[in-house]
């Protein structure tokens, strides 16, 4: 029979920093109620200097490990888009950080999608006996990419840090992850990127120009790709599923913009309310939304064992993906 890879542990981490919308730099050229109304964000965490992304990893991971009422995990596996440095992986170092020297482990970058082919990842270790239990950590320090006087990516993102621990288990039981859709298009890898820092710019010749190891996002046009691919993909997922979108409890869609949220909904024909929504105190915090707005929308008690829940996502790449599960009983510190 195949085995499912079934959520049973869950935890976030937020570093304690907080910067609202009135504390970025008064040279932005923007202000609170912009960031407001066109957003939905009033807050953001940083990390501070000095700290990194497998330090908020370690966070999150402790607590979906404290969660699932075992430490134990025989493969980690890390979203991110911003690991600690470009070799090694980070997932090795977190492993051993958490007590999980031996674990397979190993980081993976889809961007802000980060999360849902990390849970593909780990749906494929686990249905491959490869693994029993997997620790799938998304985990970002994004402040480290932002141009703080860039005002169409510096109000945006936040850092943070959400994780999951999945179990071998039976299709279709509480927790399970069923079909998952992903996707990308590499035709639009321009509209989110930072140009410096890697083979390209590395193998060129030329040293790294001012301002290159910086997000550049072309907003507008990046609006209208997240609703469209993240809409497609939900259907996907549904139609797979035998489901109507009157099915779906609760959307835990990645965390861009309220505006997009709202719009993902309207296209789908679920009612607003039945998104989940944490983007105002987090920002967006790329491979870490997904599993924190899960967090935190179990914390705030709009996650509730049974939901039908439609996660979704949409970042850099371009890439996508979704999927569906019943939401299950778990035992979540509700601690930051
Ligand atoms: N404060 C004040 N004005 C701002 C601003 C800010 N923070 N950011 C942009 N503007 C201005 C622009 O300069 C532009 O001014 P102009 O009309 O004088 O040229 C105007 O607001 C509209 O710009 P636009 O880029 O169309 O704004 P927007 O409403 O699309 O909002 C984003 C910008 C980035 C918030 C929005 O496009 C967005 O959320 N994009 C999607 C991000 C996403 O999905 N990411 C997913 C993967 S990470």
Known sequence: ???????????????????????????????????????????????????????????????????????????????????????????????????????????????????????????????TGAADRVLLIGAETYSCLLDPLDRGTAPIFGDGAGAVVLRAGAPGEPGAIGHIDLGSDGTGADLIAVGGGGSRQRMSGRPEQDGERYLTMAGREVFKHAVGRMADSCRTVLKRAGQEPADVDRIVAHQANIRILHQLADELGVDRGRVVANIDRVGNTAAASVPLALFHGVADGAVRPGQRTLLTAFGAGLTWGSTLLTWPELAVATGE
């Open 1 to 127: 029979m195949t085995r499912a890879a079934v959520i049973c542990g869950l935890g976030g981490w937020l570093p304690p920093r907080v910067v609202t919308n009135d504390d970025l730099p008064a040279g932005l050229g923007t202000s609170d109620r912009w960031i407001r109304t066109r957003t939905g964000i009033t807050r953001r965490h940083r990390a501070d200097p000095g700290s990194a992304t497998s330090d908020l990893a370690v966070e999150a991971g402790a607590r979906a490990l404290a969660s699932s009422g075992e430490p134990r995990a025989d493969a980690v596996v890390l979203a991110t888009t911003t690991p600690d440095r470009i070799c090694p992986a980070t997932a090795p170092e977190i492993a051993t950080r958490l007590g999980l020297t031996g674990a397979a482990a190993f980081d993976m970058n889809a961007a802000c999608t980060g999360f849902l082919y990390g849970l593909a990842a780990a749906a494929g270790l686990i249905a």
